[in-house]
C-alpha cells in the first residue's frame, strides 16, 4: 500500500472510509425506516453496478444479462432459506452458483470474435426467464415467498453495506492491479494485449465470473429483503438493463463512475418511478444516447470537466485524456 | 404423427421461415457493412407493426399494403437515424460499447415512447382474412399466412436482385467483403452506409408489419423476434444474405418441430418453453459451428 501524495490524493483515499463511516452510524442514530429502505436498495444496485463495471467498463465487454445472475443469488437464498441454512450462506452460494452461469455464457462467446458474447446475454436472460417460469420447484411464474422468522431491518442493511464495501474493495484493487491492467488493455485492442502476454479469453472468464459473484450476492441480499420475488421481476430483461444503465450513466470504467451511477439510479427509481411510470426508461434512454455522443465518460465525466473548467479559467482546458480512447477502444482513425 | 399433420407442420414452419428471414434480413446487411448490431432492430420491428395497425385501423388500407407502404417510410426513418446519430459513432470492424449502447437506448426511446403513445395493450391486426383458411386434401394452411409469405418472398427476391445488379449492391458487398479494399477502389463509405441503414430499417418496419398481421402486439413486441433475428444470423454467418435464408428454415422449422417430440407419451418441450429453444440452438451453433451454418457449404476460397 502506497501512501497517497498531495490534497487530492489524501482526499481520493480517504472518501471511502469517510463515506463509510457515516453508512454505518446511519442506523444509530435513528434514521427513519423509509430512508434505510432507500440506502439499501440503493446499495444493492450501486453492488450491481461495480459488478458490472468490472465486465463492461474495465474490459469493454457489454452484457445485458446480469439479471442472470442477480436471479439466481435471489432463489439460491430463497431455496436455502426456506432448506433451514443461514441466509449468509445462501448469498454464497448463490455468487457461485451466479458464477457457474457466467461460465456456461462465456465458454463458448468468448473464444469467438464478433457480437457474439452480447446476443448470448440477451438469449440467455430471455431463456432463464421463460424456464423459471415453468419451473415447479420455485413455484414458476407466480414466484417465491421466504419465510423468516424475525424481521430485522438493520441487518438488512448492514448486510447491503457489507455487500457494496465489498464490491468496490475488489474493484478498487482489480483497477490498480496488473489484472485490471490487462483488462484495459483488452478493451483497447484485444490483439495487442495478447501479443504483450495476456491471455484475453481467460481475462475476460475470470472478470466476468468476478462480476457475476458480487451480482448474484447483491441478489440474494435483495430477495432476503423483498422476502417475495418473482422470475419476471429478478430475471426480467429490465433488471439486466437497469443493471447496464447505472455504470454508464454514471462514467464507465472509472470506481467512482460505477458508484455514482448506482447512487443516482437507486435514488431515482425509488423517488421517481412512482410518479412518472412511463417517462422513466424514456429519459433513461435519451440520456444514454446523449452520453455516448457527447460525453462519453458519464456524469463523472461531466463533473470533472467543469471541476477543470471552474478551477483553471485561464488555461486552455486540456481535456480528459482523450475520452474516445477510454469508452471506445479502438480510435476512429485506425480500422473501419 | 400422422404424415398429414408431419405435412402440416412442415409448411406452415416453411412459410414461417419467410417472415423470419424478412426480419433478419435487415439486421444482417447493417451488421456486414457497417459492424453495428443493430439493437434497435426490435424497436423498428414493433413500430412497422403499429404502423400497419394505424393505416388499418385509421384509413381502412389492408395492412398488406400497409406493409408495402412501410418501406419506403421506413427506409426515409432510418436514413435520417442513421444521419441523427448513427454516423457520428466511430468506425471499427468488430462491434464497438458506443455502438452496442446507442442503438441499445435508441431502442428504449422507441419502446417507451411506443408505450405513450399506445400503451401496454395487446394489439391486433384483425381483417376479414385474419380467420379464414385454405384447405387442399389434408392440408390446411392459414390465409394470412399464405399471403405474409409471399409477401416476404417476394421483398426478398427484390432485395437479391438489388444486391447483384445494383451498383449499391455491389458496393455493399464490397463493403461486407473488405472495407478497405472497397474504399481503395471508389466505394462512398458514408453513403453506402446510410443508404444501407435505411435499407435495414426499411426491411424492419416491412417484416414488422408482416408479423403483426399474424401475431398480436404490444410495444414490447420486438425483443422476442430480436433474439431470433440473432439466432438466424448466427445460424447463417454473420454477415451472409444467403445464409439468413437457411438459418431461417432451421429456426423456423425447430420451433415448429420442437414442442412435437414426445418422450414416453410425454411433450418434453411444452409451448411455453419456445424461446429457450431458439436460445438453446444459439449456444449449440455457437459450440459447434461459430461460423454459421452457411460455412458447411462454402470452403474459403481465399489461400489466407
Known sequence: MKLPSGMGGWVKALLPWLLLACLLLVPVTGTSANVMKLIFITAVWTTTSLAWNLLGGMAGQVSFGFAVFYGIGAYTTGLLMHAGYSPYLGFLCGGILAAVASFIIGIPTFRLRGPYFVIATIGVTEAVRVVMNNLDITGGAGGYRIDEKQYNPTEHYFSAIAAVSLAFLVSSLIASSKFGLALRAIKQDEDAAADLGVKPYYAKLWVHAIAAVLTGIAGGIYARRAAFFYPGDVFAFQTGISILLMPVIGGIGTVWGAVMGGVIFGIVEEELVAKFPNIHLLLYGSLLIAIILFEPDGLLGLLQRLARLLRSKRSEDPGSNNPDQVLWGRGGSQGR | ?304
Open chain 2, 1 to 304: 404423427m400422422d404424415f398429414s399433420q408431419f405435412l402440416n407442420l412442415l409448411i406452415s414452419a416453411l412459410l414461417l421461415a419467410g417472415v423470419y428471414a424478412a426480419m433478419a434480413v435487415g439486421m444482417t446487411v447493417i451488421y456486414g457493412v457497417m459492424k453495428i448490431v443493430n439493437l434497435a432492430h426490435a424497436g423498428f420491428l414493433m413500430l412497422g407493426a403499429y404502423f400497419a395497425f394505424e393505416l388499418y385501423e385509421r384509413f381502412h388500407i389492408d395492412p398488406l399494403f400497409g406493409a408495402v407502404l412501410a418501406l419506403p417510410v421506413f427506409f426515409l426513418f432510418g436514413m435520417g437515424v442513421h444521419w441523427l446519430l448513427v454516423r457520428w459513432l466511430p468506425k471499427s470492424d468488430t462491434p464497438t460499447l458506443a455502438s452496442l449502447l446507442l442503438m441499445f437506448g435508441f431502442w428504449l426511446v422507441l419502446q417507451n415512447f411506443a408505450y405513450m403513445v399506445w400503451h401496454n395493450d395487446d394489439r391486433s391486426i384483425t381483417t376479414p382474412r385474419t380467420l379464414s383458411a385454405v384447405n387442399i386434401g389434408q392440408i390446411t394452411v392459414p390465409e394470412v399466412n399464405l399471403i405474409v409469405f409471399a409477401a416476404a418472398v417476394v421483398c426478398l427476391i427484390v432485395l437479391q436482385i438489388v444486391f447483384n445488379r445494383s451498383w449499391f449492391g455491389r458496393s455493399m458487398r464490397a463493403l461486407i467483403q473488405n472495407p478497405y479494399a472497397a474504399q481503395i477502389v471508389g466505394v462512398d463509405d458514408g453513403r453506402t452506409s446510410r443508404l444501407t441503414f435505411g435499407l435495414g430499417t426499411a426491411f424492419a418496419g416491412f417484416a414488422g408489419a408482416l408479423l403483426g398481421m399474424i401475431y398480436t402486439f404490444s410495444p414490447d413486441f420486438g425483443r422476442q423476434f430480436l433474439l431470433r433475428s440473432f439466432v438466424i444470423i448466427v445460424l447463417g454467418g454473420l454477415d451472409s444474405v444467403s445464409g439468413v435464408a437457411l438459418g431461417a428454415v432451421v429456426l423456423a422449422v425447430v420451433e415448429t418441430f420442437g414442442p412435437q417430440i414426445q418422450f414416453h407419451g410425454k411433450y418434453i418441450l411444452p409451448d411455453s418453453l419456445q424461446p429457450a429453444i431458439s436460445f438453446a440452438l444459439l449456444v449449440v451453433v455457437l459450440l459447434i459451428m461459430p461460423k454459421g451454418l452457411a460455412s458447411m457449404f462454402t470452403r474459403k476460397r481465399r489461400l489466407t
